[in-house]
């Protein structure tokens, strides 16, 4: 069992930037696959960003060169750097572990960006 605790969300102008962190558990962290996606009001879960354990990193096209994700394998973190965000970013943003072919989700942080 993973747990998974996101935070640093919160209310940001259009054009601003936050961090979002992930803490995880377990003494595997450096094996997991870790990622960020996620979900509007109204609309499905959608993929944001990944890495995986050899830090392979793969982006959505609707977040390409704004956001960055990195991981800390010491402090079992995962981090997503958001900047120059806009309206349409405005969402919950779940993490998630991906360990032995198995999904983990922490409970997500509502990231709101006015206009």
């Known amino acids: 069992q993973v747990q998974l605790v996101e935070s640093g969300g919160g209310l940001v102008q259009a054009g601003g930037s936050l961090r979002l962190s992930c803490a995880a558990s377990g003494r595997t962290f450096s094996s997991y696959t870790m990622g960020w996606f996620r979900q509007a009001p109204g609309k499905e879960r959608e993929f944001v960003a990944t890495i995986n354990w050899n830090g392979g990193i793969y982006y959505a096209d609707s977040v390409k060169g704004r956001f960055t994700i990195s991981r800390d394998n010491a402090k079992n973190t995962v981090y997503l750097q958001m900047n120059s965000l806009k309206p349409e970013d405005t969402a919950v943003y779940y993490c998630?572990?991906?360990?032995?072919?198995?999904?983990?989700w922490g409970k997500g942080t509502l990231v709101t960006v006015s206009s």
């Open positions: 998630n572990a991906r360990v032995s072919g198995m999904d983990y």
